[in-house]
Every structure is written in structure tokens, then in C-alpha cells.
């Protein structure tokens, strides 16, 4: 008899476990992790794009972005980061070709996918390329200058054509030069020179200013991407030559590249696509086994004055369709979350029925067990009495009594979170890609909740007390360390020293650099 109230309890117990187990199983959530080499609005695109896409296709899936604000140790640092946060594959756009081989190496001997997008290091260790073919869009930009002088009234002299490249250590800049070159043969008739510039509208300007200034008028100015051809056009209007010099970009964007072609400022746009949601497509067919190809080139085209507008309406359509998609995304992540809620609260009380039933089998025996159970009290009752009274016995027993005292004042539940709260924030500030997600997590609670608790209790939200905690960490190291302002910025989590300073001047009324002066 002795035995069967623990087997019963045994039964009940397994059972409980192995319902909490079934529920508990989620379907795979895949991450994938997404390291940007810079910023712009092409990149945005994508990255909207690819967040967009988290909840289109069947396979759960997570997209986490960290961008490298074009520095390539940054790059790498952050690639370690991704990868030790447990992605399940990595996307990257190298921003120098040669010094990411190792840490893609790296990568791929961990067994992760790696999948290059727009640019490629040098290396053949990778998983999939996705991207427009730059060669193409060079080509292409090349076909459409040459048409674009043909048709200008030029006479006594050769049309004179000017390539300004990107940075020519990256792979775009190398290939998109490669395709304009090859437009470029064949055409003795035309005078045709090339600069290296470095993605930057500021070099742009300076480089055709100088040339304006020497007499070296152009006819036709092609920059590789449209934020180059701003600078250009900068320094046309300047000299007051516009209409005079024409001017191609690469990009081809609603409110960039589009827009300066209906306004006229430039003559051209190559669209360079994007296609975010393809990038996460390609991921999960990796990820699930699925048949892929290692070379994925997407397709773009032409923006001439006779098709902008056409252009423009079609692409900002996609644009708030892809807008529309997160926000959706957002509140079924909400919904999601509700709904896993709910169904954990279900299983317990399945479970607990089943408990309960299981409960009423045992009823039969709790007349004897509180009957023994009863005997055995009064008998534990005259030790502790005969221990007690015993004078020795009681100084032994004083041994193992706090005094009220000593016992620690009581705590409220706000202070307690407050204090988990600090210490985790301390712990994770120095990653620039923290999110409140992962906050909420270490916290047991929902991105909701965590902003709603947060802001009760401080009257900040939590990314406004993340940034305040990081700017004081970074006054404390100022005042009391050597360290330069970026390894300061880095420490405390701003992904580039610049911003930092920014926010810092906004918190304190005065830049870092000005504290270490005074």
C-alpha cells in the first residue's frame, strides 16, 4: 500500500511532462542574419524589402540587419556578432572585396550558408549570389551615353563622353566600369575619359569642377551611382552650364534617381534592382534543401525621359505595398504572440484536468495517509517540546533565528525590475544591433510590455533609456579614461562615432571632443 500513491503520483507526473512537451514544440523559426557594408536609399529599399518578406513565404522566418556604415572592420566585427547570435544563414554585401575572405572562411567552416548579394568578396567559398549584373549596367548605361551625344548638336570636335567610378577596390565599381569600357570600344568618334571617384556625391563635384575650370567640357557625364550625379549636376549648375552637360546615374529610385530624371537634371537612370524579398526566397530554399542556383542575376533596365513616369508610378506602388507589408508584419507578430499565449494557457489547463482526475483516484487513500500522517506530528511534537525545553538545546536553536531586525526591508516589484533591467542593459549596450526584442526576452516579456513596464516606471521608452544609459557609460569613460571617442562610441553601442557625437551634443549641450578640453 505504501507503494501506490507514488506510482499514481509517477503517472501523473509523466503525463503532465509529456503534454507541456507537445505543447511547448514551435515550428523552426529560421534567422538569417544581413550585413549591409553601408547606407542609402538603395539599401534601404532592400532592406525594407527583406523585412517585408519575414511573413510571406510558408517557413517562419526572422531577418536581422547590421550595417557597417561603410568600414570594413566594423563589417567584420558585426559578421562575428551575427554568427555567435546563432543565424541560421548570412547574407552579405562585402564592402572591400580582399579583407572579408577570412571571416567569410570562418563562417563557412561553422557550417553556415553564405550568401552574397550586389557585391562579392574574393573568394570562392560561398554559398549562393544574388544581385543585377553591374558588367550589364554599365553596358547598358555605356549603349545609352553614346545614343545621348549622337542626338546633341555637336560640330568641330569629337563628342566628349566622362565615366566617374566608384571606389575602384569594390566589385561593382571594377564591373561597372568593365561594361561601360566595352560599350566604349568601337567608337573612335567619340572622346571618351575616366575618373576614379569614391561613391561619394562630394568627389563627384570636385572631380568635374576641376575639368569645368581646365576647359575640359563634357558633353556627357556617367557616375556610377545617382548620389554621385547630384554632385555632378552641383557643379554644372554652378558654372552655369546646365542643359549643356548631360548626365547618367545607376540606382534609379523614387525620390532619387527617378526624380531627377523628370526634373531633367539628369538624362538617365540605370534601375540597379533590389528585390529584397528574392534574397529571403533564396535563404530558405538553402535552409530547406530546396533546389537553388549559385548565380541569381536580376534584371534592370533604362530610365530614359520618355519612360520615367510610367517608371515612378510602378515603383512607388511597390513601395507602399512593401510599407503596408511591415506594418502588417508587426501586428501579426502581436497576434502571434497572443495567440502562443493563449494556447499555453489551454495546454495547462488540459493539463490540470488531467491532474485533477487523476487526483480523484487517489482519494480513496487520503483517509489512511492523513490518519498516519497525523501520528506522526504528535510524535515529531514531544521531541521538539523535550528539544526546546532544554536550556541547551534553545541556545543551539537561537544559532539558526535572524533577529527581525537583520531581516532586509521589503522591496517593491518595480524596483526589482528596475535593478534586472540595469544590469542587463549594461551588459548588452556595447551591440550597436541590440533590439528591444532581445531585452524583452531577457526580461520575460513582449516588446509591448516591456515599452508599457518601461515607460511606467521611468517615463522613457525603452530605446530612449537605452541611448541615455549608453551617453552616460560614454561621459563616464570620457572623464575618466584615454580612450579615443570612436572606441568610446563602439564600447557603449553607436555604430559610428559621428551619430554618437550628435547625441551625445543633444544630451549634455556640448560634443565629446569639448568635455576633453575643458
Known sequence: MNNRPSSLRNIVTLIAAITLLTACKETKTYTIGVSQCGQGQWREKVNHEMLAAQHLYEQHVKVTIANAHDNTQLQIHQIDSLVNEGIDLLVVAPNESSQLIAIISEVRKKGLPVIFFDRKAVTDDYTSFIGGSNVEAGRASG????????????SGRKPFIMEITGNMNTSPAQERHEGFVQAMEGHEAIHYVCFEGDWSSDEACRIVEEQIQSGNLPDLVFCHNDGMATGVYKAVVENGLEGKIKILGIDGLPGEGIEYVQFGHQ???????????RIVRLALDILTGKPFERENILQGMMITPENVNLVDLNSRELMKQNHDLIIIQNKLEDSLQLY??????????????????????????????????????QSMNEEQTLFYTDASNRKLHELFIIPEDQLPPPRSQDMIFAEQLNEIIRKKMSNPNLKMEQLGEEMGLSRIQLY????????????????????????????????????????????????????????????PTDLRTE
Open 143 to 154: 549603349e545609352y551615353a553614346i545614343q545621348v551625344v549622337e542626338a546633341m548638336s555637336i
Open 452 to 511: 508599457r513596464k518601461v515607460k511606467a516606471i521611468t517615463g522613457q521608452s525603452p530605446v530612449e533609456l537605452l541611448r541615455q544609459m549608453r551617453l552616460q557609460k560614454a561621459y563616464s569613460l570620457l572623464t575618466s579614461t584615454t580612450k579615443t571617442i570612436a572606441e568610446i562610441a563602439y564600447e557603449v553601442g553607436f555604430g559610428t562615432p559621428g551619430y554618437f557625437s550628435s547625441c551625445f551634443k543633444k544630451q549634455f549641450g556640448k560634443y
Open 267 to 277: 538624362a538617365g537612370s540605370y534601375i540597379y534592382p533590389t528585390h529584397g524579398e
Open 340 to 377: 502562443s499565449t493563449q494556447h499555453k494557457l489551454l495546454i495547462a489547463s488540459l493539463v490540470g484536468l488531467v491532474v485533477l482526475a487523476l487526483a480523484v483516484i487517489l482519494a480513496w487513500y487520503a483517509y489512511w495517509q492523513s490518519r498516519r500522517t497525523l501520528r506522526q506530528r
